[in-house]
Nanobody
Framework: QVQLVESGGGLVQPGGSLRLSCVAS????????LGWYRQAPGKQRELVAS???????NYADSAKGRFTISRDNDKNTVYLQMNSLKPDDTAVYYC?????????WGQGTQVTVSS
């Protein structure tokens, strides 16, 4: 079975930083596209950042210049470094892993940006 476990969320002041981590089980990590999504109350889940098996990254416009996605294949872990956080970043953040077809999700970690 495939399991994704996020961590690193919490309460942070505007302008602060957090680093989210997601550790995955299984041997498909290295060939998978990895992504971070978020969902705020009353909103649809949206892509924040992704990194391909080859290392190509892409970001939502709202994340560009502030967030950085990275992967460590030896640790089966994907990270999201979040800087200059804004109240609009408040959401549950989910880790996603997609291989040839299956699409796996973590349980989510809450990020709250508030003073």
């Amino acid at each position: 079975q495939v399991q994704l476990v996020e961590s690193g969320g919490g309460l942070v002041q505007p302008g602060g930083s957090l680093r989210l981590s997601c550790v995955a089980s299984g041997s498909i990590f290295r060939i998978s596209t990895l992504g971070w999504y978020r969902q705020a109350p009353g909103k649809q889940r949206e892509l924040v950042a992704s990194v391909s098996r080859a290392g190509s990254t892409n970001y939502a416009d709202s994340a560009k210049g502030r967030f950085t996605i990275s992967r460590d294949n030896d640790k089966n872990t994907v990270y999201l470094q979040m800087n200059s956080l804004k109240p609009d970043d408040t959401a549950v953040y989910y880790c996603n892993m997609r291989a040839l077809g299956p699409n796996y999700w973590g349980q989510g970690t809450q990020v709250t940006v508030s003073s």
